[in-house]
């Protein structure tokens, strides 16, 4: 496996890549074992790229304290069979004095009214480097998880809207024993918080059981309150626009923003719930 911290080779070109900012957890196997397959049905390069982007944290001391954990990704990378990680450094993403566009955004990054609002400023960043990590890698194909429901959307939709011919490919969330949604901002839960944090999940399940959205959005803020966890949102929106749904809306999905413990933690699911 090749370790790349500068120029990115032309021959690794029409790889698939999965964009991450390190501190890989169990959480990604599922992610880098996709891309490895695709990569490998494609006789393509699997690349990772690991880069803590420094545009996506609005608060800069979430980016000071973010784990940096470079020689346990790599083996983790090698492990799985990633052909290549690609760790450039800040001034090859944003070369000094080079102006890099956020772009014309999709209205999914400004008026769903969910991370949106509570992160000013991130979905820019993700905007922001995706696509300069698209230019740096030139991929074929790229991998993300359901997880981030927003920002998968946004990258699907830019890509399409772009005409970037990049497939973007989700990846459903991988979850621990309990149903917590795996991340790794979860070893920060000690105690009674990392027992609390399982209600999202349990949630989200119960939510998938109702009939209509506007029940499954009532049920799965009753289970969060009954669990004393102070959401940010708890709502079921239109799975593509992550507007409120419509008659015309043919899919769903229930999405969770929480404080707990201290850590803020996101999840979704389709409603109905399909068992993911």
């Not at 390190?22 to 397959?37: E, K, M, Y």
């Not at 709502?235 to 929480?258: E, K």
Request: hydrophobic share 40%; aromatic share 6%.
């Amino acid at each position: 496996m090749r370790v790349i911290r500068e120029a990115f080779p032309d021959e690794l070109a029409g790889n698939v890549v999965v964009p991450t900012m390190g501190a890989l957890h169990s959480g990604h196997d599922a992610l880098i074992n996709r891309a490895v397959q695709e990569a490998r049905a494609r006789s393509a390069p699997a690349v990772v790229t690991v880069f803590v982007n420094p545009t996506q944290f609005n608060d800069p001391k979430d980016l000071d304290v973010y784990p940096r954990t470079f020689e346990a990704d790599t083996a983790m990378c090698e492990r799985l069979g990633v052909d290549a990680v690609y760790a450039p450094p800040v001034d090859a993403v944003y070369p000094p004095g080079v102006e890099i566009p956020v772009g014309d955004l999709p209205t999914i990054a400004t008026e769903p009214g969910l991370e949106d609002h509570y992160r000013p400023g991130h979905l820019e960043g993700v905007a922001q480097v995706v696509r300069r990590l698209f230019v740096l890698t030139r991929p074929a194909a790229a991998c993300f998880g359901e997880k981030d429901w927003q920002q998968l959307q946004l990258v699907t939709q830019m890509s399409a809207n772009e005409r970037l011919g990049i497939e973007i490919i989700g990846v459903p969330t991988a979850r621990e024993a309990d149903g917590l949604a795996s991340s790794s901002r979860n070893v920060h839960l000690k105690g009674a918080a990392r027992e609390q944090a399982a209600a999202i999940s349990r949630g989200l399940r119960a939510a998938g059981l109702e009939s209509t959205p506007e029940l499954a959005e009532q049920t799965l803020q009753e289970v969060l309150r009954e669990a004393d966890i102070p959401f940010e949102y708890a709502t079921v929106r239109d799975a593509a626009t992550l507007m409120p749904p419509t008659p015309g809306s043919i899919s769903h999905r229930a999405l969770v923003a929480a404080p707990v413990g201290g850590t803020r933690l996101i999840d979704n699911a389709p409603w109905p719930w399909d068992g993911r």
